[in-house]
């Protein structure tokens, strides 16, 4: 068997493979029909995706404050948000006047459950 010939099996035995694995993984979407949320032809044809792909709830995860606060801190490796100015550059607290230190470091989570009642 020459070199050739063993490239052309390999590559005739993973297509068939390739094309197996691909026929059982694609199950076909039944289309629902279109419905007209907007007279916006744009914004109807986004409407009708999202309304198609997300059409069962229990698809949608539950939120609650501790999971989202978790996840926050996660993506920042624990680390507390960095301060910034207006134009976003680093602001040093230690720096600053401590009555403006606290005001900016402080966890308003209490105040905040406070107005949601």
Do not use: C, H
């Not at 289309?31 to 986004?46: A, D, G, H, I, W």
């Not at 926050?72 to 550059?89: A, H, I, K």
């Not at 402080?106 to 009642?117: A, C, G, I, Q, T």
Request: net charge positive; proline share 6%; charged share 30%.
């Amino acid at each position: 068997m020459t070199k050739k010939e063993l490239v052309r099996i390999i590559r005739e035995v993973v297509k068939r493979e390739l094309k197996n694995v691909l026929s059982e993984g694609q199950t076909p979407v039944q289309p629902k029909k279109k419905k007209q949320f907007s007279n916006n032809t744009m914004l109807n044809e986004v409407l009708n995706d999202t309304a198609q792909n997300y059409n069962d709830e229990s698809e949608w995860p539950s939120v609650d404050a501790n999971s989202l606060r978790a996840k926050f801190m996660s993506m920042q490796d624990n680390q507390p948000p960095v301060q910034t100015d207006l134009n976003n550059r680093p602001v040093d607290v230690d720096k600053l006047d401590p009555s403006v230190g606290k005001a900016l470091t402080r966890d308003y989570s209490e105040l905040v459950k406070r107005f949601k009642k």
